[in-house]
């Protein structure tokens, strides 16, 4: 975080002793794509936030452990492709799942799917990919998980 | 400034903020929890995005297309792809924070391929992302991990060149 402000600074300083105007534009440029993306990123932290805090985290865990071979890793799959967890929260969770004796494979697959695939920001990717693209890219994503997670399962 | 789009855009997180001030007001404890996981977001949301569409802005100024579409267009081969991997691998922030990027990227004529590559990469290889992953679950888990998905996401790339059309391009996001 603290590097990119200071990366963003920098070019800021360099751009603008080169050329002003042309900053202004790049500028004026940037922030219409953010105010443009804003509303509908507010809408969808909304809802993740509600869903976190109706879906605990021991509910995440119970329901992951509960089932072994292909079928709890399609449920971890799916709980990946569907949820929106940030990294901090979702691999202190694998850890905890680790713990209670659910395999590796399983682990790898929820994570996979969880940075991979995005449900929830479905709205997002098909503003700037569109439908088809979206569509394709989280399906291929999807069915990488599961390879992925077969193999990491296969080799730990 | 056209307020009945404003008011039409910021609706739900103007209902949202009302409903957050009504919660600690009432003591009401769900409101309050929600509140406090929409915060850890929204601080991320806001300091982190405006930067990165600053870069972009300044990025779309002043890089010319050639560059773009020497080093990373459809002519780039497998060298292409492993400058989008290692850019993506510097960078940090949820999924959606690389969709500007890959628009400003396809706009210079980056190669449908390299696109989805670079997605790919910023979802699985980033080094923040790494080093967490590395104090919660292993190196050896890490690895492993990162060795299967990256030939993955290459081939996903190919695939997604493929049924999209080497014509193909990112939209701006509107």
């Not at chain 1, 997002?124 to 193999?151: C, V």
């Not at chain 2, 492993?82 to 628009?103: D, E, K, N, S, T």
């Not at chain 2, 290889?125 to 990162?146: A, D, V, W, Y």
């Amino acid at each position: 975080m603290l590097l990119l402000i200071f990366f963003t600074l920098f070019s800021i300083i360099l751009s603008l002793t080169v050329d002003a105007r042309k900053t202004l534009v790049g500028f004026k440029r940037g922030m219409g794509m953010f105010f443009n993306l804003l509303p509908v990123l507010l809408v969808i932290l909304i809802i993740v936030s509600a869903l976190l805090y109706f879906i605990p985290q021991n509910t995440i865990v119970q329901f992951l452990g509960a089932r072994s071979g292909i079928l709890g890793v399609l449920i971890a799959a799916l709980v990946g492709a569907i949820a929106l967890i940030p990294p901090f929260i979702a691999f202190p969770l694998a850890n905890i799942l680790l713990a209670k004796g659910v395999g590796y494979g399983v682990v790898a697959v929820f994570i996979t799917t969880l940075i991979m695939v995005g449900f929830v920001t479905l709205p997002i990717e098909i503003r700037y990919f569109g439908k088809k693209a979206a569509f394709w890219r989280n399906l291929l994503s999807f069915l990488a998980a599961l390879i992925i997670g077969t193999l990491v399962g296969a080799f730990m | 400034m056209n307020y009945r789009k404003l008011a039409k855009d910021y609706l739900w997180a103007a209902l949202f903020l009302l409903f957050s001030i009504g919660s600690a007001f009432l003591g009401f404890k769900p409101g309050i929890a929600i509140f406090r996981n929409f915060n850890v977001f929204i601080i991320e949301v806001l300091t982190f995005l405006p930067l990165m569409f600053l870069l972009v802005g300044l990025f779309d100024v002043w890089v010319p297309k050639e560059s773009i579409e020497k080093h990373i267009g459809r002519q780039s081969g497998l060298v292409g792809s492993l400058w989008v991997i290692l850019l993506a691998m510097l960078q940090a922030g949820p999924l959606y924070a690389a969709f500007p990027v890959a628009y400003i990227l396809s706009k210079k004529g980056a190669s449908v391929r390299n696109i989805f590559v670079y997605l790919g990469a910023f979802s699985c290889l980033k080094l923040p992302l790494l080093t967490f992953e590395i104090g919660f679950l292993g190196f050896k888990f890490t690895l492993l991990r990162s060795l299967f998905t990256l030939p993955l996401f290459i081939v996903i790339g190919v695939l997604m060149e493929k049924i999209l059309g080497k014509d193909y391009r990112v939209r701006e996001g509107k």
